[in-house]
T-cell receptor, first 112, second 115 residues
Framework: KQEVTQIPAALSVPEGENLVLNCSFTDSAIYNLQWFRQDPGKGLTSLLLIQSSQREQTSGRLNASLDKSSGRSTLYIAASQPGDSATYLCAVSTNNNNDMRFGAGTRLTVKP | SQTIHQWPATLVQPVGSPLSLECTVEGTSNPNLYWYRQAAGRGLQLLFYSVGIGQISSEVPQNLSASRPQDRQFILSSKKLLLSDSGFYLC??????????????FGPGTRLTVL
């Protein structure tokens, strides 16, 4: 069964720093991978969706890459801001399983 | 634009009581709908999804059930709540029909505490 792991569990950086969040998955037969942001006590906000045929997607200061063969995705955040502080979740849908699996998330704190 | 609503926002219920959580979507037709649970210390878990009225797929055996009485309405229910049902319940919509796993958009969630 697909397992999704996110490292690190928590990250604290000073404002302005570029950072990378990691997501790994065990089954490379994925349909797509989605990155979300969750603020405390709130629902999830979709950030980027990468289809299995794509290598990366970009939106503003965010760039997500996908390497199916190694079972990894990274979310790159450029010039981080305090408003970026939130928990970032990756989710993977798999061709073989009728399911969408989430990682436990990375809690990001950007200090002014 | 599409909007997804959930209510209530918070709920405190005694063990053994029934449950009904509602989710509605505006601005789209025949959406795929999903219920997730986020329990303390655990990741998001898919509970149910639906590709159309009356069509429900369950991902895990549990004390809960789901129904879709109308095109844009998705209801999560329980006849008797357990302590382990406590958590943050999220409804989402994404695409229409197959494939089931399109980009998903989430509602604000319902915080359920079972005492």
């Amino acid at each position: 069964k697909q397992e999704v792991t996110q490292i690190p569990a928590a990250l604290s950086v000073p404002e302005g720093e570029n950072l990378v969040l990691n997501c790994s998955f065990t089954d490379s037969a994925i349909y797509n991978l989605q990155w979300f942001r969750q603020d405390p006590g709130k629902g999830l906000t979709s950030l980027l969706l990468i289809q299995s045929s794509q290598r990366e997607q970009t939106s503003g200061r965010l760039n997500a890459s996908l390497d199916k063969s190694s079972g990894r995705s990274t979310l790159y955040i450029a010039a981080s801001q305090p408003g970026d502080s939130a928990t970032y979740l990756c989710a993977v849908s798999t061709n073989n399983n009728n399911d969408m699996r989430f990682g436990a998330g990375t809690r990001l704190t950007v200090k002014p | 634009s599409q909007t997804i609503h959930q209510w209530p926002a918070t709920l405190v219920q005694p063990v053994g009581s029934p449950l009904s959580l509602e989710c509605t979507v505006e601005g789209t037709s025949n959406p795929n709908l999903y219920w997730y649970r986020q329990a303390a210390g655990r990741g998001l878990q898919l509970l149910f999804y639906s590709v159309g009225i009356g069509q429900i797929s369950s991902e895990v055996p549990q004390n809960l059930s789901a129904s879709r009485p109308q095109d844009r309405q998705f209801i999560l229910s329980s006849k008797k709540l357990l302590l382990s049902d406590s958590g943050f319940y999220l409804c989402a919509w994404g695409g229409s029909g197959l494939p089931v796993w399109n980009e998903q958009f989430f509602g604000p969630g319902t915080r359920l505490t079972v005492l």
